[in-house]
């Protein structure tokens, strides 16, 4: 009676709609969660809306204006320019406002970084509650490619991927499908150990015996039950691919130039730090804002679903 109770699936309906609202409770009762979870969509609403707020402050991050510059192309005045006009000053050499690079960086950033972060949740769990399931071949055969992958130096592959692909293939797109391989093992071999766990409970058994397809166990039975593991992975892997792709950037084999991009400013901030260091706080605050966020919000999410903690 006790296994049948520990061993019981997710329901679909109203059980899922309970433990959603439970998890919400929880999370709500987390004020740094939720201050995260506000920074979040402060950026992704940012992000949506960077067209509407460049038409709204007139500052165009494509645009030019030497005028803010002095003669060795540096931002005129204190603090790096920073004016009523350039909210966060402008960047050197070229004078486009900083304020409204920042603002379109964070569709870079962020649109990269959920792209990426999609794509290696889709290809890990496909791969890990697949062989965790079938095992035989299968499973072995994919095991040792990811053992492979992670023998890697993925920042090096990188690099170099993105530097001898032709530049007429979408710069965005390739660092999204570089950062995405890179990112699927270690959810694969996640999933695969959760799967592993799962498919000796009475209901998966029970299903089997009783003719269900291994399709049907894994949508019906196993990914429910995989379905927080899942949501806590992928909150706290996107903060290492907005990390990746602004390495990417810092190292100037990210997306092309002039488009926005927070890497690219910090990198490019680097050789004005001792000039006027203040170039590089606005980027570099985006930054670590937004990859904090996600961490906090990753971390109690995670606490939230833990049924060991559902009492605290």
Same mark, same amino acid.
């Given at each position: 009676?006790?296994?049948?109770?520990?061993?019981? /699936?997710?329901?679909?309906?109203?059980?899922?709609?309970?433990?959603?609202?439970?998890?919400?409770?929880?999370?709500?009762?987390?004020?740094?969660?939720?201050?995260?979870?506000?920074?979040?969509?402060?950026?992704?609403?940012?992000?949506?809306?960077?067209?509407?707020?460049?038409?709204?402050?007139?500052?165009? /991050?494509?645009?030019?204006?030497?005028?803010?510059?002095?003669?060795?192309?540096? /931002?005129?005045?204190?603090?790096?320019?920073?004016?009523?006009?350039?909210?966060?000053?402008?960047?050197?050499?070229?004078?486009?406002?900083?304020?409204?690079?920042?603002?379109?960086?964070?569709?870079?950033?962020?649109?990269?970084?959920?792209?990426?972060?999609?794509?290696?949740?889709?290809?890990?769990?496909?791969?890990?509650?697949?062989?965790?399931?079938?095992?035989?071949?299968?499973?072995?055969?994919?095991?040792?490619?990811?053992?492979?992958?992670?023998?890697?130096?993925?920042?090096?592959?990188?690099?170099?991927?993105?530097?001898?692909?032709?530049?007429?293939?979408?710069?965005?797109?390739?660092?999204?499908?570089?950062?995405?391989?890179?990112?699927?093992?270690?959810?694969?071999?996640?999933?695969?150990?959760?799967?592993?766990?799962?498919?000796?409970?009475?209901?998966?058994?029970?299903?089997?015996?009783?003719?269900?397809?291994?399709?049907?166990?894994?949508?019906?039975?196993?990914? /429910?039950?995989?379905?927080?593991?899942?949501?806590?992975?992928?909150?706290?892997?996107?903060?290492?691919?907005?990390?990746?792709?602004?390495?990417?950037?810092?190292?100037?084999?990210?997306?092309?130039?002039?488009?926005?991009?927070?890497?690219?400013?910090?990198?490019?901030?680097?050789?004005?730090?001792?000039?006027?260091?203040?170039?590089?706080?606005?980027?570099?605050?985006?930054?670590?804002?937004?990859?904090?966020?996600?961490?906090?919000?990753?971390?109690?999410?995670?606490?939230?679903?833990?049924?060991?903690?559902?009492?605290?």
């Amino acid at each position: 009676m006790t296994a049948n109770v520990v061993d019981r /699936p997710v329901s679909a309906s109203a059980g899922q709609t309970t433990g959603f609202r439970a998890v919400v409770r929880r999370v709500r009762r987390d004020r740094w969660a939720v201050a995260a979870a506000v920074v979040i969509a402060v950026f992704v609403v940012v992000a949506i809306a960077a067209p509407l707020i460049a038409a709204v402050t007139g500052r165009d /991050p494509y645009r030019y204006d030497v005028d803010a510059l002095n003669d060795f192309g540096a /931002p005129r005045g204190a603090a790096g320019g920073v004016s009523g006009e350039h909210w966060f000053g402008v960047e050197p050499l070229t004078g486009r406002d900083l304020f409204a690079i920042v603002t379109y960086g964070a569709r870079t950033s962020l649109g990269i970084g959920l792209a990426a972060t999609a794509m290696s949740i889709v290809i890990g769990v496909l791969v890990g509650v697949t062989t965790g399931f079938l095992g035989g071949w299968y499973d072995r055969v994919l095991s040792r490619v990811v053992d492979v992958i992670f023998g890697f130096p993925s920042l090096v592959f990188m690099i170099a991927l993105t530097a001898v692909v032709p530049t007429s293939f979408p710069k965005p797109l390739l660092v999204v499908l570089v950062i995405g391989f890179f990112g699927w093992p270690s959810v694969a071999r996640v999933v695969r150990g959760q799967t592993l766990s799962l498919v000796s409970r009475n209901y998966v058994v029970a299903s089997t015996a009783m003719g269900a397809g291994r399709w049907h166990v894994i949508r019906k039975q196993l990914l /429910p039950n995989l379905a927080a593991t899942i949501t806590v992975y992928a909150t706290i892997s996107i903060p290492s691919m907005i990390g990746a792709e602004a390495a990417l950037s810092f190292l100037a084999v990210g997306v092309n130039p002039p488009t926005p991009s927070w890497g690219r400013s910090i990198g490019d901030a680097i050789g004005w730090v001792q000039t006027d260091p203040m170039y590089l706080v606005f980027p570099g605050a985006a930054l670590f804002l937004i990859t904090l966020a996600f961490n906090v919000l990753g971390d109690a999410l995670r606490d939230a679903l833990d049924p060991r903690g559902a009492d605290r």
